[in-house]
């Protein structure tokens, strides 16, 4: 079961991909931090105000969107972290579900992918 493995050059390749998207990763996070913190100051402000405020609503669903956004680039920056400790190995090479090599397009345009190309289309199937 022992493959050639990555080349030295490709697993420098692969760090450089995952170090760029943690960095804009970790940018997006920031944005979305202060964008919230930012809600829930201006709702702070106004939590005296009359509950029947008709943007009550408006502000209560885009809370509830910007924490999902949130909680997905977390989720995303946690799966870049994880895909940096494959890389030590030469499990970032190999899909996760069936075994067989993930290719390096695929890795290039989804560096914290575990799954090869055939798996992810199946994936929807079951
Ligand atoms: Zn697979």
Redo the contacts with the bound molecule.
Sequence with gaps: MEGTGPSPAQRRAATELINEARASSVRLIDSLTRLWDGIVEASALTANDDEHDPEGATVAYERAQLRDVLKQARADLDDLDQAAQRVLTDEYWV??????P?SAARLTARPATR??????ASKVAG
Excluded: S
């Design positions: 899909c996760e579900r069936c075994g067989g993930i799954i090869c190309i055939t798996c992810a």
